[in-house]
């Protein structure tokens, strides 16, 4: 295990962030208190530093499992965790970005987890009620108390995160160090914006969903294998979003790229999230047995070439849409002749 730096932070995270959303069975396909220590002594084991969980999580099991796993170890772990998320779902305050929800998420999540402070503080999803100046104050007073070091954004648009960043900034408030996105070979929307800006306001990416639902592993055939059991009757729209036509030829693609690289379909399809270009980038592993937990590290021996990355972009690539694609075709139209000419360290 290496470490990459948090963005524009000091803060040293391990190349691999453990998350804790199957700690727990109250969800109906979590872990088992005792499977979720193995799984977590397992990655301390490797080297891992970096946990993530949320309030919601289970109920709040996830975090009181961590919480528990990190007692008389706290100081070596960067800990992360979430508010937004409703834990009160008939109180129209009990979620959201506001401050108000934020006071009393991260007093209870203190609470849970059984610590101090909060290493990376996470708003959860954006709710387009909430001020961006109100959250991004509230979120910088939890830091200058010290109950909050680092502050993180997920699911959010573009330009909410730069919006934010750019009033932080100006104010001396705590900017976003961190954004968690939604990204993996079967999903590659971000690439429209969220991961172009990340890389230029130097935000570190700390990817969810890298398998894909777990279509990625190579386990769905076709779109009619449709997974069973209680997280999916509870969502009957997980699997037409996830185990369709299209994902299951990416998982046959990286299948293939497996059998010619030694290694599984899920070590190729986290190797290639960490082998893209958009500075730092952490996938966040979820397993709900360590011998999950065991084959997701093995990652970190894979290295893909330029022939299986090519082959697994031919069949992962995603059209970019406007303006990207018309900018891309009015290059002769801005540069003359000149573009190839010039060396962009920007680009």
Same mark, same amino acid.
């Given at each position: 295990?290496?470490?990459?730096?948090?963005?524009?932070?000091?803060?040293?995270?391990?190349?691999?962030? #453990?998350? %804790?959303?199957?700690?727990?069975? @109250?969800?109906?396909?979590?872990? !088992?208190?005792?499977?979720?220590?193995?799984?977590? /002594?397992?990655?301390?084991?490797?080297?891992?530093?970096?946990?993530?969980?949320?309030?919601?999580?289970?109920?709040?099991?996830? @975090?009181?499992?961590?919480?528990?796993?990190?007692?008389?170890?706290?100081?070596?772990?960067?800990?992360? %965790?979430?508010?937004?998320?409703?834990?009160? +779902?008939?109180? +129209?305050?009990?979620?959201?970005?506001?401050?108000?929800?934020?006071?009393?998420?991260?007093?209870?999540?203190?609470?849970? #987890?059984?610590?101090?402070?909060?290493?990376?503080?996470?708003?959860?999803?954006?709710?387009?009620?909430?001020?961006?100046?109100?959250?991004?104050?509230?979120? &910088? &007073?939890?830091?200058?108390?010290?109950?909050?070091?680092?502050?993180?954004?997920? /699911?959010?648009?573009?330009?909410?995160?730069?919006?934010?960043?750019?009033?932080?900034?100006?104010?001396?408030?705590?900017?976003?160090?961190?954004?968690?996105?939604?990204?993996?070979?079967?999903?590659? %929307?971000?690439?429209?914006?969220?991961?172009?800006?990340?890389?230029?306001? /130097?935000?570190?990416?700390?990817?969810?969903?890298?398998?894909?639902?777990?279509?990625?592993?190579?386990?769905?055939?076709?779109?009619?294998?449709?997974?069973?059991?209680?997280?999916?009757?509870?969502?009957? !729209?997980?699997?037409?979003?996830? $185990?369709?036509?299209?994902? $299951?030829?990416?998982?046959?693609?990286?299948?293939?790229?497996?059998? @010619?690289?030694?290694?599984?379909?899920?070590?190729?399809?986290?190797?290639?999230?960490?082998?893209?270009?958009?500075?730092?980038? $952490?996938?966040?592993?979820?397993?709900?047995?360590?011998?999950? #937990?065991? /084959?997701?590290?093995?990652?970190?021996? $894979? !290295?893909?070439?330029?022939?299986?990355?090519?082959?697994?972009?031919?069949?992962?690539?995603?059209?970019?849409?406007? +303006?990207? &694609?018309?900018?891309?075709?009015?290059?002769?139209?801005?540069?003359?002749?000149?573009?190839?000419?010039? &060396?962009?360290?920007?680009?």
């Amino acid at each position: 295990m290496r470490y990459r730096l948090l963005g524009n932070t000091g803060l040293r995270v391990s190349e691999l962030c #453990l998350g %804790t959303m199957t700690f727990g069975e @109250e969800w109906g396909w979590g872990a !088992t208190k005792e499977e979720s220590r193995k799984i977590f /002594d397992a990655f301390a084991e490797a080297g891992g530093n970096f946990v993530d969980t949320a309030n919601l999580y289970t109920n709040g099991t996830s @975090e009181k499992y961590t919480g528990e796993f990190l007692k008389g170890r706290r100081e070596r772990f960067v800990l992360a %965790t979430k508010y937004t998320l409703n834990m009160r +779902p008939d109180d +129209p305050n009990g979620g959201g970005n506001h401050r108000k929800n934020l006071v009393q998420s991260l007093e209870a999540s203190l609470s849970r #987890l059984g610590t101090e402070y909060i290493d990376l503080y996470w708003v959860h999803a954006f709710d387009f009620m909430t001020p961006v100046e109100e959250m991004m104050r509230a979120l &910088d &007073d939890a830091v200058r108390a010290g109950k909050v070091l680092y502050v993180g954004i997920s /699911d959010a648009p573009a330009w909410i995160v730069s919006q934010a960043n750019t009033i932080a900034t100006l104010k001396g408030w705590s900017p976003f160090a961190a954004l968690q996105i939604q990204y993996s070979l079967a999903d590659r %929307t971000p690439e429209r914006d969220l991961l172009p800006m990340a890389k230029a306001l /130097d935000i570190a990416v700390t990817p969810w969903g890298v398998l894909g639902g777990g279509v990625l592993s190579g386990k769905y055939k076709s779109p009619k294998d449709r997974p069973t059991g209680a997280r999916y009757e509870k969502d009957e !729209t997980w699997a037409e979003a996830n $185990v369709t036509d299209r994902s $299951v030829r990416i998982a046959q693609a990286a299948s293939k790229v497996a059998k @010619e690289t030694g290694s599984t379909p899920s070590q190729v399809a986290l190797a290639w999230v960490r082998q893209q270009p958009y500075g730092v980038v $952490v996938p966040i592993l979820g397993a709900k047995t360590v011998t999950q #937990l065991a /084959d997701n590290l093995g990652c970190l021996e $894979v !290295t893909l070439g330029p022939e299986h990355l090519s082959e697994l972009d031919a069949a992962s690539r995603v059209e970019l849409g406007f +303006p990207h &694609d018309f900018l891309v075709r009015a290059r002769p139209y801005v540069f003359g002749k000149t573009f190839p000419l010039i &060396d962009n360290h920007r680009a």
